[in-house]
């Protein structure tokens, strides 16, 4: 295969850059998925807990258990995530995938990978931390406040673990970097993702939509073993959903990402 899905050889229109995302994602969609299905399981660790205890999955500070399995999750989610962009990159450039050299080179910069998320969300909450603490009456009108500035600085960070894993900066130079790409092409990179966000959410909503029908169907004409499969074929087919939802969503930032680095490139030589 060309070596011209990553890193791209020019700067790709806002169509060019949705079809190079389509090809990544239906090239490294089979061997990203066990990785991306494991990720999602992780990641809702803690929600499985308390719905096995006949809970609400909300988040309890004081339950020591539920707080290690979303912290553990969590990391589990964001490793395994890394290690599909490592993957989804040797794809789109043509090399081949040996076994889980990927996996284990994510394995190798867990502590950058660790700190850099940590840094990356410290940085966003520190817009939404005073509005936290404001009185409740005021507490919703001080979120909206800020919610417009937090995500901007989310979006102008996104790209921070890619420089990471890909550009193989250092975490304060990743931070950077990631600003830097982002300057300039912050309504470009929003966009892309509203459309990565928009596909995604459409699955969802076609997969709850089918699932709500099927559960009302056993709920009115069958018994409870029937309801029970319902509700197993349901969370299988979201556990899917989400699965490749995250595959596609990676492909994008890994697309997003070889653009953005080819455009400063360009601007610099130019």
Same mark, same amino acid.
């Given at each position: ?18 079809? &190079? /995302? ?6 490294? @969609?089979?061997?990203?998925? %066990? $990785?991306? =299905?494991?990720? +999602? #399981? ?80 410290? &940085? /966003? ?6 509005? @936290?603490?404001?009185?409740? %009456? $005021?507490? =919703?009108?001080? +979120? #909206? ?126």
């Amino acid at each position: 295969m060309p070596n011209a899905l990553y890193p791209p050889l020019k700067p790709r229109s806002f169509a060019e850059l949705l079809d &190079a /995302v389509l090809q990544i994602f239906r090239l490294s @969609l089979l061997k990203c998925l %066990p $990785y991306a =299905t494991l990720a +999602i #399981i992780a990641g809702q660790l803690w929600t499985l807990y308390y719905l096995s205890r006949g809970r609400l999955p909300v988040l309890d500070a004081n339950d020591p258990v539920g707080v290690t399995l979303y912290g553990a999750g969590t990391l589990i989610f964001v490793m395994l995530s890394m290690t599909i962009l490592l993957r989804q990159s040797a794809i789109a450039a043509g090399r081949p995938v040996a076994g889980s050299a990927d996996l284990v080179d994510t394995l190798k910069r867990a502590p950058a990978i660790v700190a850099l998320s940590l840094l990356a969300g410290m &940085a /966003v909450a520190v817009f939404m931390a005073p509005a @936290l603490a404001l009185a409740p %009456p $005021y507490r =919703t009108a001080g +979120i #909206i406040v800020m919610l417009a500035p937090a995500i901007y600085i989310g979006i102008a960070l996104s790209f921070a673990l890619p420089a990471l894993m890909l550009a193989r900066k250092g975490v304060l130079a990743s931070l950077a970097y990631s600003f830097r790409l982002v300057r300039g092409n912050w309504w470009r990179v929003a966009a892309l993702y509203g459309v990565g966000i928009g596909v995604i959410l459409t699955l969802w909503t076609l997969v709850a939509t089918i699932a709500a029908m099927a559960l009302d169907n056993n709920g009115t004409d069958a018994g409870a073993d029937d309801a029970a499969l319902a509700r197993a074929i349901t969370a299988a087919a979201a556990l899917a959903v989400f699965a490749v939802g995250l595959t596609f969503y990676s492909a994008l930032t890994l697309a997003l990402f070889g653009d953005l680095e080819v455009r400063r490139m360009t601007a610099r030589s130019g």
